[in-house]
C-alpha cells in the first residue's frame, strides 16, 4: 500500500504541475511564440493524464462518485472476472507436464533426507505420527477393512508354511519335550495312581487270573504284579537305565514314524483347516488384537511420547537407508513429481473452482483493495505516462501547425 501512495502521489503531482503551468501561461500576458508551446503541451499533457486517470480509476470505481456508464468495472463484473482468474489460473499454473518438471528441477529427495537427518525434525514427524498412532488405536477399524483384513490373514494362515516342515518340527519338539520333563511327569502319575489305588489294581489282576488258582496265591500274585510295575516305573524315572534309555528310543521311533507315513502332516493340515473353519483363527485374532490394542493404548496414556523417539530412529534410518543411493533419489523425485502431477491433474478444476470462489466471495472494496495493492503502482504510472505522452504530443501538433503557417 505504501507504493501505491506513492505512485499515486507523484501521478497527482504530474497532473497537478501541469495545470499549474497551463495556467501560468494566462499570467503574463500576450505570449510570445514559445510560450504558446508551453501552453500547447501543459494542455495536451493535462488531458492526456485526465484521460488516463479516468480510465484507471474507472476499473475500481466511478470517478468522484459520479455512476457514469461503463466504470467500476471490477467491482460490477467480479463474477465474470473470478471465472475468468479461476480458468486463468487452471489453463496456466495448473498444467501436469510443467509442474512434474518443476519438481524434477527441485530434487526434493535431497531436502527431505536433509531435513529429516536433524533430530528435531524426526522428533516433530514422530510426534504426529504417534498421536496419529494413538488416535487409531482409540477406534475400531472400519467393519469392511476389518473383515477384509482377516479374509487376508485367513488366506494366509491357510497356504503360508509347508504342512510337512510343520510336522516335522512338532515331531522334535515332542521328542525334545518327552526327555524334558513331559515323560517323568507321566510316569509320575502313572505311578502315584497305582500306589494309591494298589487294592483297586491287585483286584483288576485277580479278576483275570485262573478260576482254579488259590485266592491266596492268586492275591501275592497280584502283589507281586503290582510291585513289578512300580518297580518297572522306578527304574523308568532312571535317566541313566537301560530300560528309560530303551523306552525313549522306542517314543522316539514311533514319533518318527508318525511324520515318516505322513500321519503328522495330515493331521497339522487338518487342525489348521478345522481351526480357520471353525472361527477358533478369528476369535483367537480378534482376542490378541484387543489384548494389544488395550495394552498400547494404555502405555501411550501413561506415558504419551513413548513412541516418539523409536519412531524418530525409524524415520531417519528409513530416509538414511532409503535416500542415501542417487539412483534411489532420483527414482523418489520421478515417482513424487508424477504423483504431484497426477494429482495436479485430477483436482486442477476443483483448484480453479476454489480460486474463482474466494474471489466471488470478496466484498467489492475488498476486491478493490487486493487488485489495487498488486496492480496500482503500475496503473499509476500508467497516469504519468499518459500525461507525459500528452505533453510530448501537444507540443508535436503545435510545431507541426507552426511550419504550415
Known sequence: MDALRRTRRLAGQ????????????YLIGVPPGWLMLVRAMAEAGMVGGLADWFAVTALFRHPLGIPIPHTALLPKNQARAA?????FFETHFLEPA??????????????????????????????????????VLRH???????????????????HLGSDAAI???????????????????????????IDENRDTAVDLVRDRSRWWIASGVDREVANLVVRGVLSMLDELHSPDSSLRRGFEEAFDGMVERLAE?????RAVTEARLQLIRSGAFDSALGALTEEL????????????DLMV???????????????????????????????????????????????????????????????EAELGPDLQYIRINGAVLGTLIGGALFGFEALLG
Do not use: C
Open 14 to 25: 504530474v497532473l497537478a504541475g501541469l495545470t499549474v503551468v497551463y495556467f501560468a501561461t
Open 83 to 87: 471465472r475468468n482468474v479461476g480458468r
Open 98 to 135: 510443467q509442474l512434474e518438471a518443476r519438481v524434477r528441477a527441485l530434487e526434493p529427495s535431497g531436502f527431505i533426507a536433509g531435513w529429516v537427518s536433524h533430530p528435531q525434525n524426526a522428533r516433530l514427524i514422530a510426534r504426529d505420527l504417534s498421536g496419529m498412532l494413538a488416535a
Open 140 to 158: 475400531d477399524p472400519p467393519p469392511r477393512a476389518l473383515a477384509r483384513g482377516r479374509q487376508w490373514l485367513r488366506a494366509q494362515a491357510a
Open 167 to 193: 510336522a516335522a518340527g512338532i515331531a522334535d519338539l515332542v521328542k525334545v519335550g518327552a526327555r524334558r520333563g513331559l515323560l517323568d511327569d507321566t510316569l509320575a502319575l502313572v505311578q502315584r495312581t
Open 261 to 265: 507315513t505322513g500321519a503328522l502332516t
Open 293 to 304: 490394542r488395550a495394552d498400547a493404548l494404555a502405555r501411550l496414556a501413561e506415558e504419551p
Open 309 to 371: 523417539e523409536p519412531i524418530a530412529e525409524l524415520v531417519r534410518g528409513f530416509a538414511g537407508r532409503a535416500l542415501a543411493d542417487p539412483a534411489a533419489r532420483a527414482a523418489f523425485d520421478a515417482r513424487l513429481a508424477e504423483l504431484a502431477g497426477r494429482m495436479v491433474g485430477e483436482l486442477r478444476p476443483q483448484i480453479a473452482t476454489y480460486v474463482a470462489d474466494v474471489i466471488a466471495g470478496w466484498e467489492p472494496a475488498e476486491l478493490n483493495a487486493r487488485f
